[in-house]
């Protein structure tokens, strides 16, 4: 319908459901195919912030008045809103109840704060049987998020990504920045915002993951297409503090005949923290250098923090301008530091990334001091933003207040390096981020896992947190091999960990080596080079690069796919195998494409694994040859230079031959 009508509560304007009590408006309408978009206020009108959402597809949608209750139905999705204002989502198709607001003396829980804002409370219905995956990367060691209560609120390891796919067949976007929590408790999912001044959720329907994966992908951003060189090897450690140091360990890469892609600098390269620039003692010629590791074939990157030392020349324009986060009392410092000057802490400030000239002004920086050398490739690490204490009502965004918008620091920081590249020009664009929002996919953000510990248990977190950081729509994603904090190279302990972790990291989408190594300081740690971890490691390692560079053709085809349909190259079992029961209780395996079964060996001395092959599809060992029949559990063989990995008889990768 395109007209206006109105009954009682509720109002129809062109293909939106309107209801109205008292104060309270709810406007449901839809927003992609299969998809519904769903605010609600108490202030006299919607506001249309799209925070990570754009703006949708046409539609052919069918909205109606049906007695007391208004319909709205959009392709597979129907939502039926009671003349009480309670709201129900329903498959068009079979007429099951996807989803449903929890009945309550107020079904949506505004609770007025200061000003324009509320503590909201939004309340749904749980079911027993759900499954729930996604909502960002957490290292609560789960896959399915069942019986978790999620922090909302971006934390060093901790992302924030308020986007689940349901066993139900539907997929929930809580499209609101605050800070906050989900609850999915036995008996109500309890969406929590601190501090906001709508409503605003979107929900999609699909019978399959891969389809609700998709949807979601057309309505924050598909990622754009990954370069190909990003599916090398990169390397990095917590230091290189000079050039020429940089530039050896790239030089030794090709004596021994290594595979390499990427070259990290990391922090400290800089005069100051938010200077932006080399220091041209420890790096005198960044163009030479740049020069010299393109003709190894290898690229540079560097890492670019959004802070601020108020001794930095930048600081004051900065702040004159308005560009800096602010507090909402006191000295406006967020994060004490240790910074290359002067001696002892400085009190450091963030740039404003939600500020549209904040994020011009580091660009130009940027632009000046390192593109313009032949640097492309940026580590965005704490963008969090990481702040002590963490005390997010206290801090001022151009966009509001913290608790408001703060998680949405991430995704303006990865705009700003986004929107510079393609300025220039610029086509084959990946950023590296710690930190990440709804929509970061469509910047080119590429998520690592954070500062974690270099240890067997933190391995197997990884797992099941990259697993759902894939079910939240983010398709470039990896860890730091071995771990970051810790580590003894000279450790047996660490080394048969290096190789566990090179062995699952070879299969990640990014493959990138860094961590502190002992004994190390906080500028400074041990050796972390592929050949750092004695003589059978290496062997190991060297035979895993090169199994790397196999994979690329194949990697390269997944990436494609995920840049055309949303669907990530790490995924799930069940994601690939939804009428198999058994797979959707798998959690330490994966899927890479449709072709290639994972299973990492994550216990130290373990020398064998349970394996689970999915039912429908024949399988065949990458190592012995060996073929099964699906929907089997076996014992797999996996001495320290294996990981048991499988291929679909049929598929792609067998055209490339044994992967031994």
């Not at 049906?66 to 204002?85: C, E, H, Y």
């Not at 060189?229 to 230091?239: D, H, I, P, S």
């Not at 041209?280 to 393109?294: C, G, H, K, S, T």
């Not at 990291?505 to 990138?512: A, D, K, L, Q, S």
Request: hydrophobic share 40%; proline share 6%.
């Amino acid at each position: 319908m395109t007209q206006t009508q109105t009954h009682s509560r509720f109002s129809i304007e062109g293909q939106a459901l309107c209801w109205r009590r008292g104060n309270e408006l709810l406007r449901v309408e839809p927003w992609g195919a299969d998809s519904v978009r769903v605010r609600a206020t108490v202030l006299p009108a919607i506001t249309e912030q799209h925070w990570a959402l754009l703006p949708p597809e046409a539609v052919n949608a069918e909205v109606c008045i049906d007695g007391d209750d208004g319909v709205l139905r959009n392709g597979k999705i129907t939502v039926r809103v009671a003349s009480s204002g309670w709201t129900r989502f329903y498959s068009s198709e079979t007429g099951a109840v996807l989803l449903e607001e929890r009945p309550h003396l107020r079904v949506r829980d505004f609770r007025a704060l200061s000003g324009d804002a509320f503590h909201l409370e939004a309340r749904f219905n749980a079911c027993d049987s759900e499954r729930i995956y996604g909502l960002g990367q957490h290292k609560h060691g789960f896959l399915d998020q069942h019986g978790c209560v999620i922090e909302l609120l971006q934390e060093n390891s901790e992302i924030t990504i308020p986007f689940y796919v349901s066993s139900r067949g539907y997929g929930f976007l809580w499209h609101n920045p605050a800070v906050g929590r989900a609850e999915f408790a036995r008996n109500q999912i309890c969406w929590v915002a601190e501090r906001t001044q709508q409503l605003d959720y979107w929900v999609t329907a699909g019978n399959t993951p891969g389809e609700i994966l998709h949807h979601y992908a057309a309505a924050t951003g598909f990622p754009p297409e990954m370069p190909e060189w990003a599916l090398g090897f990169w390397q990095c450690k917590l230091r290189y503090s000079t050039q020429e140091e940089l530039l050896a360990v790239a030089r030794e890469h090709t004596r021994r005949g290594l595979p390499l892609s990427v070259i990290v600098i990391d922090y400290f390269h800089w005069t100051m923290m938010g200077d932006w620039q080399f220091d041209p003692i420890a790096w005198p010629n960044p163009r030479a250098m740049v020069e010299e590791l393109a003709a190894l074939g290898v690229r540079v990157m560097i890492s670019v923090w959004p802070t601020v030392n108020p001794n930095s020349p930048n600081y004051g324009a900065m702040q004159e301008r308005g560009l800096l986060v602010r507090t909402e009392r006191g000295l406006s410092r967020q994060f004490a530091f240790v910074d290359t000057t002067p001696d002892g802490q400085v009190a450091v400030q963030y740039y404003d990334a939600t500020h549209p000239e904040a994020r011009r002004f580091i660009w130009e920086r940027i632009r000046e001091n390192y593109y313009r050398y032949g640097i492309k490739i940026w580590w965005l690490d704490a963008c969090e933003p990481e702040a002590y204490p963490v005390d997010p009502d206290h801090l001022r965004y151009y966009l509001g207040n913290g608790a408001e918008v703060g998680n949405l620091y991430p995704l303006a920081h990865q705009q700003a390096f986004y929107d510079g590249m393609r300025g220039e020009g610029e086509t084959e664009i990946i950023s590296l981020c710690r930190s990440a929002w709804a929509g970061s996919q469509r910047y080119a953000a590429a998520i690592w896992s954070g500062d974690i510990p270099s240890t067997f248990a933190s391995l197997r977190q990884q797992i099941r947190a990259g697993l759902n950081m894939a079910m939240s729509g983010i398709p470039w994603w990896t860890t730091d091999i071995g771990g970051f904090h810790g580590g003894n190279v000279e450790a047996a302990e660490f080394r048969e960990l290096v190789v566990r972790w090179f062995q699952y990291g070879v299969f990640c989408p990014i493959c990138r080596l860094h961590g502190v190594r002992e004994p190390g300081t906080a500028k400074s740690g041990g050796p972390n080079e592929v050949w750092s971890f004695g003589e059978e490691a290496y062997a190991i390692i060297r035979e895993l690069l090169f199994l790397r560079e196999r994979l690329r053709p194949y990697l390269a085809a997944q990436m494609q796919a995920a840049h055309e349909t949303g669907l990530p190259p790490m995924r799930p079992l069940f994601v690939d195998f939804p009428a198999d029961p058994a797979c959707v209780s798998i959690d330490d395996q994966f899927m890479l494409g449709p072709d290639l079964l994972v299973t990492p060996v994550a216990e130290a001395g373990a020398r064998e694994r349970q394996v689970y092959l999915p039912a429908g599809a024949a399988w065949r060992d990458a190592w012995t040859g060996t073929e099964y029949a699906g929907g089997v559990t076996l014992t797999a063989q996996a001495p320290l230079d294996r990981i048991p990995v499988y291929l679909r008889v049929g598929g792609a990768l067998l055209e490339l031959g044994d992967m031994g």
